[in-house]
């Protein structure tokens, strides 16, 4: 668990809409808000907190490192998959 959560730290990206996401993506990953390991743990388990596996295929099938409740998705097909969260709970997207 200790090892996901530095991967995390490293590249964990927040957003807390839909709209935001979308956002920033127009605008570039800097306005992206990010997350620290301690505020992440603290929110685990929290109904209102979608946490996403947007690793590459070769990335999580090589990794023996999965967050509990986590949701993977294929980050080359997120307008596929990003309508189907609700709008007014926190996404948590992290990758290697």
């Known amino acids: ?9 490293i590249v964990l990206l927040s957003g807390f809409v839909q709209s ?5 993506a127009a605008s570039g990953p800097e ?5 620290s390991i301690e505020a992440l743990k ?3 388990g929290n ?3 979608v946490v996403i596996d ?7 099938d090589e990794s023996g490192i999965m967050i ?14 990003i309508k189907k969260y609700p709008q007014n709970k926190t996404i948590v997207l992290y990758c290697k």
Request: charged share 25%.
């Open 31 to 35: 306005s992206v808000p990010r997350m």
């Open 1 to 9: 668990m200790r090892k996901a959560l530095f991967v995390l730290v």
């Open 68 to 81: 509990k409740g986590a949701i993977r998705e294929d980050p080359r097909q997120l307008d596929s998959w």
């Open 54 to 60: 947007v690793r590459s295929t070769h990335d999580w």
């Open 42 to 44: 603290a929110q685990l």
């Open 47 to 49: 109904p209102d907190v």
């Open 20 to 24: 935001a996401l979308c956002a920033a």
